[in-house]
């Protein structure tokens, strides 16, 4: 079975940092666009950043200059490096990716989640 797994978070201090990994395992042919949600208590859950699989990334506003999304091919595996945290950036973390699978007759692409990962900066 096809599936996101996530490590990685945790509880930190303010201005400390924290790196989250996001593994597609099962039966994989391919990766497309990978990024990186989080929801906090209340909100909806945005994008905090994406990495196509040519490598082009976009970031929210409010992470610039402080969070790095990146990606190693060879392990399937997104990354997101979260450096000068705030308090504010406290939520559960979500990562999305674009898998190619395969049945019995044919392959196609898929959108998937992984399960979240909690995040929570200390002030």
């Known amino acids: 079975q096809v599936q996101l797994v996530e490590s990685g978070g945790g509880l930190v201090q303010a201005g400390g940092s924290l790196r989250l990994s996001c593994a597609a395992s099962?039966?994989?042919?391919?990766?497309?666009?990978e990024g990186w949600y989080r929801q906090a208590p209340g909100k909806q859950r945005e994008l905090v950043a994406d990495i196509s699989s040519g490598g082009s990334t976009k970031y929210a506003d409010s992470v610039k200059g402080r969070f790095t999304i990146s990606r190693d091919n060879a392990k399937n595996t997104v990354y997101l490096q979260m450096n000068s945290l705030e308090p504010e950036d406290t939520a559960v973390y979500y990562c999305?990716?674009?898998?190619?699978?395969?049945?019995?007759?044919?392959?196609?692409?898929?959108?998937?989640w992984g399960q979240g990962t909690q995040v929570t900066v200390s002030s």
């Open positions: 999305n990716a674009d898998l190619q699978t395969e049945n019995t007759y044919s392959t196609y692409w898929s959108n998937y």
């Open positions: 099962g039966s994989v042919l391919g990766v497309g666009t």
